[in-house]
């Protein structure tokens, strides 16, 4: 069993950057495919970003990449999404998320799929 809990959610004006933070405590292990998702009212959710902490692999949505960066402390087992270049699209709800043990799966369908863990969620805002 795993337990993630975000934080590091709020507003902030268009350009701005937030951090997320994941923690994570439980079994921890085991690799796993680490990642970020996020929810638009009215939208499904969608995968943001995810590492393998196994590996070297990370994977970004074409959406944010180059925006956003996900990493990770293993000593602090925690998950970080900083998110620099905030735009309006960006508001949604953030999620954490574990697939264990991994590795991630070739495509965000595969990846979301997978996911065995999941948090309650941070909400961003992001104003114009």
């Known amino acids: 069993q795993v337990q993630l809990v975000e934080s590091g959610g709020g507003s902030v004006q268009a350009g701005g950057s937030l951090r997320l933070s994941c923690a994570v405590s439980?079994?921890?292990?085991?690799?796993?495919?680490m990642g970020w998702f996020r929810q638009a009212p009215g939208k499904e959710r969608e995968g943001v970003a995810a590492l393998y902490t196994g590996g070297d692999s990370t994977y970004y949505a074409i959406s944010v990449k180059g925006r956003f960066t996900i990493s990770q402390d293993n000593a602090k087992n925690t998950l970080y999404l900083q998110m620099n270049s905030l735009i309006p699209e960006d508001t949604a709800m953030y999620y954490c998320?574990?697939?264990?043990?991994?590795?991630?799966?070739?495509?965000?369908?595969?990846?979301?799929?997978?996911?065995?863990?999941w948090g309650n969620g941070t909400l961003v805002t992001i104003s114009s």
């Open positions: 998320a574990a697939d264990l043990p991994g590795p991630c799966g070739g495509s965000w369908f595969e990846i979301y799929n997978d996911m065995d863990y």
């Open positions: 439980g079994d921890t292990s085991s690799s796993a495919c």
